[in-house]
């Protein structure tokens, strides 16, 4: 299984971010399948943001639930993440990830596959 995920790398305050994930050698319709979005601020440790499972059920991050939509494209096998009204603080290397069998939350971090990681900047 393979996850690429792109968008733009630069935004300005109060931007939304929107962030897509292809998704190669499985469907994210699978049974057990779970399809997260993650992100590690410079000098930080990952932070999990939020899943849409196999079914189309979304978890998110209490911290961020406010800000934070997850959906899908099952006819291209995509999901994708948008992030309301961005700051500095959400600068980070931002991840698309899979977790097999297993709802990922806050603290989880043993992901079966992950995507390489594209850069986002908030600036003015």
């Known amino acids: 299984v393979q996850l690429q995920e792109w968008g733009p790398g630069l935004l300005k305050p109060s931007q939304t971010l929107s962030l897509t994930c292809a998704v190669y050698?499985?469907?994210?319709?699978?049974?057990?399948?779970?399809w997260s979005w993650i992100r590690q601020p410079p000098g930080k440790g990952l932070e999990w943001m939020g899943v849409?499972?196999?079914?189309?059920?979304?978890y998110y991050s209490p911290s961020l639930q406010s800000r934070t939509s997850i959906s899908r494209d099952t006819s291209k096998n995509q999901f994708s993440l948008r992030l309301s009204s961005v700051t500095p603080e959400d600068t980070a290397v931002y991840y698309c990830?899979?977790?097999?069998?297993?709802?990922?939350?806050?603290?989880?971090?043993?992901?079966?596959?992950r995507g390489q990681g594209t850069q986002v900047t908030v600036s003015s």
């Open positions: 050698g499985a469907s994210i319709t699978k049974t057990a399948y779970y």
């Open positions: 990830a899979c977790a097999i069998g297993t709802i990922p939350g806050d603290g989880y971090e043993e992901y079966d596959y």
């Open positions: 849409i499972g196999y079914d189309g059920r979304t």
